[in-house]
């Protein structure tokens, strides 16, 4: 679909759209369709990204814009159209255009002398090529196009019938809501295939679940055939999922049309939809003559599966001409003409022999089965992650259970299940400690969530976690004292906790490397400074647990000294904007602690602001207190987060988007939607620059 000099242009493309808005509204939407959907194919597909996530971001940003101003070219196939707008109801259940088939499995040499064999006989004749190619290991598909527009994606189902889960499939990136299908006259095309996830985005994802102390999903194939499920699109979306499309189960043609002639043969037509855009394992299929040569590749293959992103669990051997296919036929339940070659399952058994409590960075508790040391797919494992205590419970575990352990490629290695039928009474049930084995004080578990923790905030594997997150730019800003550096001191003993910040011995510090005068004197200076930050930085540099920067913000408007929290139930910090329950019962947690308050005492202590800009008097009643203000369009006469900054230091507050609650929308220069939307509602005050700057003086 992409030559070299279509990626050399369409990458200069999105250089220039993101510079300035270029041509006509008609062209330039085309042109940003042209170059997102490039970017999407080079990502997902192509497995190698060209623009840089912001890039992307920029030119999606600017579609999206276009589009709201010009709704009138907004089409389906955009992919602004792929977010949904609310959630799906139930799914539907659709009947596949041909029913959905399995395949037969060979697992060595000999089966597959055998299928050979068998092959020659149905065909009558020893010419036959076959294809093969990888046995993707996800959640099977089918998708159809008519006029060259998907129309409907739906799961595999019982092979009959499956569900329609169009409106998830949208939001799969590597998936073509458009392609050119029509110029070879294929009116409509049933298309088969596997959503998958991506190794490394599953392990990522999985790791983020934790943090949030949700369960992980067990294995990639899950993840794919779960998120295909999901009601909520956009969680799909974040997801990340991607497919592979190996399967053309019928088609028709425009009337009048000649059948295309890749049409004849499995290599040709996966090779055509490649280059339509569409994600089939083109670039990974190998053709045969003879069956000697499938089984010499399917062996070299099975050495270099990892290589692979996604899971594969075999390769997949096709006869090649759809005719020979046509006369070879299927059984109810596998076609004649594919097999599938298993690779060696990359499970084992061993003894669960222990398990290990850690603590990880944010204070959650990781049990970690310790198992007798087995040999799974070319690593021994010796410890597996059972992420937290419902796991445990689920699985029913115990001390001296043989289990199933699995390890899926780079995924990271997990215990299937307990072989319950091989107890022998000796098993022991696993205690979760109820204390932290860094530091001992009591653990405590979130009602919604999975995870145990430990909010000690000077418990000792978390304190160093604690430090970097305070001094990062987004919190006390403390230049010169980064990740490295807080590990290296903390190391050194020169740095213990986060009051240690101010109260440094420098003297530790002379003639160490990297240490010279200026650096020192530089390092001191930050930290100086960072005694006047606003109240919202130090409250977002505690890191209390679900308190990001915009919760800190709301905290620090609603006292004047951070010590008013502590009499504070959570009933009343939920009566704060944008504050729940689960902030609200994290927020009194913490302030509650005492080991908490004497870290917020020895700041104190050493001169660090604990109260808000005012003084003694809260930002509520400054003088754009209650005010909401928004700002659009580029600013020339100051930094929209100076302004911004003005705003709060007053009182008032920066809401994201133009809404009934908005006051004032402040336009700079070429201001597009957000204008027109203020417009439109008619109760937003609409300020210049200037207008802005006098509004601030006056206050
Ligand atoms: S062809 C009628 N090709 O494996 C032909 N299937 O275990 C149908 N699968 O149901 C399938 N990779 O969901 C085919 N390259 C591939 C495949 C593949 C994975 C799945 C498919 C099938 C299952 C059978």
């Known amino acids: 679909m992409y030559t070299a000099l279509d990626e050399k242009r369409l990458y200069e ?10 041509g006509t509204a008609g062209d330039t939407i085309a042109q940003l369709r042209e170059v997102i959907n490039y970017a999407d194919w080079k990502y997902y597909v192509q497995n190698d990204p060209t623009l840089s996530d912001s890039e992307y971001d920029g030119v999606y940003k600017q579609l999206k814009n276009l589009e ?69 290991d996800g959640a099977g598909i089918s998708l159809i196009y008519d006029d060259g527009a998907l129309s409907r994606g739906a799961t595999r189902g019982d092979g009959v019938m499956g569900e329609d889960v169009t409106t998830n499939i949208r939001q799969i990136r590597a998936i073509p809501l458009s392609a050119a299908l029509l110029k070879y006259g294929i009116k409509q095309i049933e298309i088969r295939g596997e959503i998958v996830i991506h190794k490394k985005v599953f392990d990522a994802f999985n790791k983020q679940r934790v943090a949030e102390g ?18 909520d699109p956009t969680e799909v979306r974040k997801r990340g999922l991607n497919s592979i499309l190996y399967h053309v189960s019928n088609y028709t043609l ?65 006869v090649n001409d759809f005719a020979m296919q046509d006369k070879m036929g299927s059984t109810s339940h596998h076609p004649r003409w594919a097999v599938a070659y298993k690779f060696k399952a990359r499970q084992a058994t061993s003894k669960l022999v222990d398990v290990e409590f850690q603590v990880g960075r944010t204070g959650a508790i990781t049990p970690v089965a310790k198992i007798e040391p087995v040999h799974i797919g070319g690593v021994t494992v010796t410890s597996v992650s059972l992420f937290n205590e419902d796991v445990i419970r689920e699985k029913d575990l115990h001390i001296g259970d043989t289990v199933l352990v699995e390890r899926a490629g780079d995924v990271i290695p997990y215990i299937v299940k307990p072989l319950a039928e091989l107890r022998d009474g000796n098993e022991r049930e696993i205690k979760f400690p109820t204390h932290c084995p860094a530091c001992e004080s009591q653990l405590e578990r979130q009602p919604e969530e999975a995870a145990w923790r430990c909010i000690n905030i000077n418990c000792p594997v978390q304190l160093v976690e604690h430090i970097i997150h305070y001094v990062s730019k987004d919190a006390m800003d403390i230049r010169g004292l980064g990740a490295a550096n807080v590990q290296k001191f903390y190391d050194l003993d020169i740095l213990k906790d986060i009051p240690g910040i101010y109260d440094i011995d420098w003297s530790k510090l002379k003639g160490m490397e990297g240490f010279g005068e200026k650096s020192i004197t530089n390092l001191q200076q930050a930290i100086e400074q960072s005694k006047k930050q606003p109240l919202n930085r130090l409250i977002f540099g505690l890191g209390i647990r679900f308190v990001g920067e915009t919760t800190a913000k709301t905290l620090a408007n609603a006292a004047s000294d951070i010590r008013e929290f502590y009499t504070w139930d959570a009933g009343r910090f939920a009566t704060l904007e944008d504050v729940g329950p689960k902030v609200a019962t994290s927020v009194v947690d913490f302030f509650a602690r005492q080991e908490n308050r004497d870290v917020i005492q020895k700041l104190d202590e050493a001169g660090v602001n604990l109260l ?16 909401t203000f928004l700002f ?68």
Request: proline share 5%; hydrophobic share 35%.
């Open 13 to 22: 493309q999105a250089k220039h759209l993101l510079k300035q808005d270029a």
């Open 68 to 136: 709201e101003k010009h709704p009138e070219l907004v089409t389906e196939d955009s992919p602004t159209q792929r977010v949904a707008k609310g959630l799906s109801e139930r799914f539907p259940t659709v009947s596949h255009l041909v029913p959905m088939l399995s395949l037969d499995n060979t697992y060595n040499a000999d089966d597959l002398t055998d299928w050979d064999r068998r092959c020659r006989e149905l065909a009558e004749t020893d010419d036959i090529e076959y294809c093969v190619e990888p046995k993707y």
């Open 214 to 231: 949700l369960s992980p999903l067990a294995n990639p194939r899950n993840a794919a055939s779960g998120t295909l499920r999901i009601l």
């Open 254 to 318: 425009t009337e009048g049309a000649e059948r295309p002639k890749e049409l004849g043969t499995h290599y040709d037509t996966l090779k055509l939809l490649y280059s339509l855009g569409f994600p089939t394992p083109a670039p990974d299929m190998k053709v045969f003559k003879h069956v000697d040569d499938v089984i010499k590749y399917c062996h070299e293959f099975e050495g270099r599966r990892d290589d692979l992103p996604f899971e594969v669990d075999g390769l997949v051997i096709k």
């Open 612 to 627: 808000n800009e005012h003084k003694g008097q809260s930002a509520a009643d400054g003088e754009l207190a209650g005010k």
């Open 632 to 699: 659009t369009g580029t600013l020339s006469h100051f930094k929209r987060s100076d302004a911004e900054k003005m705003v709060e230091d007053k009182g008032g507050s920066i809401l994201g988007g133009v809404s009934a609650k908005l006051n004032y929308l402040v336009v700079g220069e070429d201001a597009g939607s957000k204008l027109d939307k203020a417009k439109k509602l008619g109760t937003v005050n609409i300020l210049t620059e200037q207008e802005f700057l006098k509004l601030v003086d006056g206050a």
